[in-house]
């Protein structure tokens, strides 16, 4: 087994990657179901404001995961050829940097409704599910991000990972950061929930699930393990994560 071509198809000289098409799908899934969202008897939410919303955490996304990516991961590369940053559409995207982004571009959305922000994460938490399954299933074709070396029956053999078959960690991904976060958020939401309960269950389900894929993931070549022999970048910056949900989930606060 092997991932597709990255080039969904060209139009003369222009060529289409499923990487862009699949944050196309992400953003349009979370728009979508945003406005049901909005449309469920009793929601504070509008139709129109979710399209604001959308609006402020798309750029969140682009601009944090970007910059996350260059920070966390590789800025030594993109010192010395500062030009690659503008080519996103190769790659390099880290979630840590995009949240970081969203929850700034939510905040600033949150002032300038005059809402609570843990309120307006607590709407948005279960729309990010699909757009990280979409995210990582772009990982895949893009033919990055891969496992170790593997003998399971849906093991992969990736171009630029060697002669032998990998764990498909980003398909891993998408089905855990994925559908079975969505499934929990969007059922978990159905119901009325103290304030920042729903955004806590995010942040500990994404912490959780990223944290044991990185045990088969490769890292990151640049950095590699970072301490123990197995822990990654990836594990060090769910921690923090993690706690903030658990936080969220047990404080004591009304509905």
């Known amino acids: 087994m092997t991932p597709l071509d990255p080039v969904a198809f060209s139009i003369g000289s222009l060529r289409i990657r499923w ?18 969202r909005a449309s469920r008897p009793g929601s504070a939410w509008r139709p129109a404001a979710v399209d604001d919303m959308l609006t402020c955490a798309m ?18 590369i993109y010192i010395q050829e500062p030009w690659e940053i503008l080519r996103i559409w190769n790659g390099g995207m880290s979630f840590h940097g995009g949240l970081l982004g969203v929850i ?25 599910p699909p757009g990280l399954f979409f995210g990582r299933i772009g990982n895949f074709i893009n033919g990055e991000l891969w496992g170790k070396v ?31 976060l969505f499934a929990l958020l969007w ?10 309960a729903v955004s806590g269950l995010f942040a500990v389900g994404y912490g959780l699930a990223r944290f044991g894929v990185e045990f088969v993931r490769v890292p990151d070549s640049q950095l590699g393990y970072l301490a123990f022999g197995w822990l ?16 969220l989930l047990c404080r004591k606060t009304s509905k």
């Open 187 to 196: 059922s978990y939401s159905a119901k009325p929930r103290k304030t920042g």
């Open 104 to 128: 700034a571009a939510l905040a600033l959305f949150a002032r300038g409704r005059g809402a609570p922000f843990l309120a307006v994460t607590d709407f948005v938490a279960p729309l990010v």
């Open 59 to 76: 750029l969140g996304v682009i601009f944090g995961g970007r910059l996350g990516y260059v920070l966390f991961y590789d800025l030594a």
């Open 19 to 36: 990487y862009g098409l699949m944050y196309l799908l992400g953003f349009a899934s979370g728009w979508l179901l945003g406005r049901r």
């Open 232 to 247: 990654t970048m990836g594990q060090v910056l769910c921690l923090p994560l993690i706690l903030v949900g658990l936080f």
């Open 150 to 180: 593997s003998d399971v029956p849906w093991a992969v053999v990736f171009p630029g990972g060697g002669p032998l078959p990998r764990h498909p960690t980003q398909l891993y991904e998408a089905g855990l950061e994925g559908l079975v």
